[in-house]
């Protein structure tokens, strides 16, 4: 790690001293964490955008509960690479190779993966059962779930759903960040949700339900109204209602890039000790240009030019030996030049992205080099082939092939 590159991410080695840092430089190291993933993951291949819009629910689920006493469970498992680098693991160098660091969480590598997610939609239900076994062990461990909205279409979700019971330890984090989940009538109900999840409204909430409970008789019935009241005016605007009426308490819409909100509303969740939802609207590619323009070409990156570049290395030392290139030659020397320039140029811009059927392709410097390399071969003069066209079929000769 370059020094001084990551100056937040440097001193924070242990989860106290990740809840020991100010706001600010909370703040500070949701930026190194972007800068760090930006800088792995580009070079590495991995899943950059989900990661990155990620990067302050993962760092306020750290500050805010005691993991690995308590668990994340991420869905799907690719949005977990902070909580990896927050949990010691930050050899990003050997992401999703062999013997390295898993894309998803994998239980087997580290006591913080909870659970194994590879597959989508399958926290709520492994989370259901961690939390069921905490009650009935009478245990104190929070189990929290942070679920992306495309894991939420999923059908075992909604299942897993249906069989929550209010007083268990589980917090669900809807991550929004794509697809519309809840209902929204403008600028009137983005202030309504901006009201509904401030400090001043929680402080309000409960001042109220202290002065009506305390009052005899006529109390509880003032309050069952104000409630029924309140469901129905977040109902005309929100889609909350769906888990409310299913016994969870919903939370949200919030900004879920804003990192005092974040921890906040989990520390208001894990006051409850029941079963919440969390609902948090995020920016795919957050803080990186390029993948917040276009954050479907950067879900996945990286990857595909390691096994081109490989290919095509390996075909051009079997050429250079078995046909003895001789790099006297002009032509060669122009062509070997061209690749070292074009391997230095492109690596020193993080090589060249660009998206094939909705996934993300990066070509390192070294990738393009190899490939500006065959395309001289074949294009400048000097590389002649010679065809015994004598019986009507083209082969190469039997002579040796002049690169």
């Known amino acids: ?83 990896k680098i927050l949990s010691g693991r930050r050899d990003f160098d050997t992401l ?8 998803f969480e ?38 929290v779930v942070v679920l992306g909205d495309g894991a939420f279409t999923g059908g075992m979700v909604h299942e897993a759903l249906n ?42 909430k409960r001042a109220t339900t202290r002065f009506f409970s305390g009052i005899p008789l006529i109390g509880a019935p003032i309050l069952k109204g104000l409630r ?47 079963s919440v939802i969390l609902h948090l609207r995020t920016v795919k590619g957050k803080g990186y240009a390029p993948a917040e323009e276009n954050p479907s070409a950067y879900h996945l990156v990286g990857g595909v030019s390691f096994i081109l570049y490989g290919m095509i290395s390996a075909i051009g030392v079997r050429n250079v030996v078995e046909n003895r290139v001789d790099f006297t030659n002009s032509r060669n020397l122009i062509i070997a030049a061209v690749i070292l320039v074009s391997a230095l140029g492109f690596n020193s811009v993080g090589g060249l992205t660009f998206a094939v059927a909705g996934v993300s392709i990066n070509l390192s410097g070294l990738a393009i080099a190899a490939i500006v ?11 002649d082939y010679e065809f015994d066209s004598a019986d009507g079929a083209d082969a190469p000769s039997s002579g040796n092939l002049q690169v």
Do not use: W
Not at 178 to 202: D, V
């Open 1 to 83: 790690m370059e020094e001084n590159k990551y100056p937040y991410l440097d001193r924070v080695h242990t989860d106290e001293e990740l809840k020991a840092l100010s706001d600010a430089d909370a703040k500070g190291l949701c930026a190194d964490l972007r800068r760090f993933l930006v800088d792995k993951v580009t070079k590495s291949g991995g899943h950059l955008a989900s990661n990155l819009g990620a990067v302050e629910i993962s760092v306020a689920v750290h500050r805010v509960f005691d993991l690995p006493h308590d668990r994340v469970i991420f869905d799907v498992g690719h949005q977990s690479y902070v909580h």
């Open 228 to 274: 029924t009241c309140k469901r129905y005016v977040k109902n005309a605007f929100y889609g909350g209602v769906y888990f409310e009426d299913i016994g969870l308490k919903y939370l949200g819409p919030a900004d879920g890039n804003d990192l005092e909100t974040v921890e906040y509303l989990l520390t208001e969740a894990k006051r409850r000790g029941t």
């Open 373 to 383: 390399g065959i395309l001289l071969n074949a294009i400048l003069p000097g590389n």
């Open 96 to 103: 999703r190779k062999p013997g390295g660091l898993s894309g």
């Open 106 to 143: 994998k239980m087997d590598e580290s006591e913080y993966d909870a659970f194994g997610t590879g597959h989508a939609s399958t926290s709520v239900s492994a989370a259901l059962g961690y939390a069921e076994a905490d009650k009935l062990m009478g245990r104190d461990n929070y189990t």
């Open 163 to 204: 069989n929550l019971k209010k007083d268990l330890h589980l917090i669900i984090i809807l991550n929004e960040n794509e697809m519309s989940i809840s209902k929204n009538a403008g600028a009137f109900a983005n202030h309504i949700a901006h009201m509904r999840t401030s400090k001043k409204y929680f402080r309000f």
